[in-house]
């Protein structure tokens, strides 16, 4: 076991050591505040403070993790050993920076909590962030720094036991709107060839009729070829649908009609569901207890894992009302149009709530991107991002995670590249 001394062990502390050295590097550790039983222990020891007591592994500590709530202050970014990393500290520290203030700031979303300029959705721009300023948005530095970490420990310390694990794939299908043609309904038809008119999409207008009139398939429709593909592989996948209303009147469908509770019946026999909350509900906890029931009444299921219409997340608002629901995982830290880690990890991570200083039981999962972030771009590109996002993922052993829609699997040549990233 490793004992981590600190004069004051605040909830932060306790948290981050807990994610950083028992979840992601698999080590047993212990906390005290006594100096006497700090020096009488004779196993791995680490003190995290303002100054060491003497020759043991110490850490300086940058301070955070001893406050209360949050403000604006500046960071600076440097160099470790080609990676970036903030709150520098002195020379008698075993590691250059105090990672562990670093990263309870980025696993917290601290930025997130203070003023910022918002998109037009509401949304916590991806430009607003420290990672996408100083360059390592499509880094998982959190995890990279615990690896550094690890390193010096084990010089320390060679008798103490790591538990290894491997990398985790789990992919995530934004299934929001099913079918963009089928079962929608009278008015939400009438309204689609209306629009297909105004912008003379006549051949919108062909796939439509066709489509409605059974002559092919809708082509959002993908839900049995991604079952059929991905059956026999051992990646985790989970299916996520929205019960409330769209945002855009011609993207709904009513959850009443029995082909709709059908799809979904027969996809939850198969892979894990999910649920989209609708973006106009997300303040109002009655309605999100409703869609929750629905969805549960549906699959004869618990409802455990979700995320939010068009990645909206107010913090801490919407991760209290998915508390108080019980929900236990949470996949909508993403940027919507924007590839990267959004918290600068792959490990998932419990939600820690600023305003209250507590830690709560909400898994948060992160994912390096979605595919709606590649839009416009090549699929040479696309490749050569794909395997450098999976490649870092891996050296850390952390979870690799992207949101696709059911459209992205729809046979075209644009789509070849998420089809074969699925089924493979």
């Not at 076991?1 to 948290?15: A, D, E, F, H, Q």
């Not at 979870?399 to 729809?410: I, K, L, P, R």
Request: hydrophobic share 40%; with cysteine; net charge neutral.
């Amino acid at each position: 076991m490793l004992l981590i001394y600190s004069s004051k062990i605040t909830t932060r502390i306790t948290y981050i050591f807990k994610h950083l050295c028992s979840r992601i590097l698999g080590i047993k550790i212990g906390f005290t505040s006594q100096i006497e039983e700090f020096i009488s222990y004779s196993g791995p020891k680490l003190s995290y403070g303002k100054k060491p007591m003497g020759n043991e592994f110490f850490v300086q500590s940058q301070g955070l993790l001893t406050q209360q709530g949050f403000e604006s202050f500046d960071i600076t970014v440097r160099e470790w050993e080609g990676v970036p990393c903030f709150f520098s500290v002195g020379n008698e520290s075993k590691l250059p920076f105090d990672i562990f203030s670093a990263s309870f700031y980025l696993l917290s979303r601290y930025e997130e909590y203070l003023p910022h300029v918002k998109d037009e959705k509401g949304r916590f721009l991806a430009s607003e962030s420290i990672a996408y300023k100083e360059g390592f948005l499509e880094q998982p530095v959190v995890d990279i720094w615990v690896y550094k970490f690890k390193e010096t420990l084990k010089a320390s310390f060679p008798e103490l036991d790591f538990t290894s694990k491997k990398m985790i794939i789990h992919h995530l299908i934004n299934a929001k709107q099913p079918f963009i043609y089928k079962n929608k309904g009278f008015l939400r038809s009438l309204s689609g060839y209306l629009n297909d008119l105004s912008k003379f999409k006549y051949k919108d207008i062909f796939q439509r009729t066709s489509t409605i009139l059974g002559i092919k398939e809708d082509p959002y429709n993908t839900f049995d070829w991604i079952i059929n593909s991905t059956n026999k592989i051992e990646n985790q996948i989970s299916v996520f649908f929205l019960i409330g209303e769209a945002v855009n009147f011609d993207e709904g469908f009513n959850i009443r009609r029995n082909i709709i509770k059908l799809l979904i019946k027969n996809v939850a026999d198969y892979k894990e569901i999910g649920l989209v909350f609708s973006r106009e509900n997300l303040k109002e906890f009655e309605q999100l207890k409703s869609e929750k029931e629905k969805i549960e009444a549906i699959t004869n299921r618990n409802l455990q894992a979700s995320m939010n219409d068009e990645y909206l997340v107010n913090l801490p608002e919407n991760y209290r009302n998915l508390i108080e629901l019980e929900i236990e995982k949470d996949y909508t830290l993403v940027y919507e149009n924007t590839v990267g880690f959004r918290a600068s990890t792959c490990t998932p991570f419990l939600f820690y709530d600023l305003d209250y200083e507590i830690v709560t039981p909400l898994f948060i999962h992160p994912i390096a991107f979605a595919t709606t972030g590649f839009e416009g771009v090549n699929n040479t590109i696309k490749e050569e991002k794909i395997t450098q996002f999976k490649s870092i993922v891996k050296k850390v052993n952390g979870t690799f995670s992207v949101v696709f829609t059911n459209s992205d699997f729809n046979i075209s040549s644009e789509n070849k590249i998420w089809r074969d990233l699925i089924s493979k």
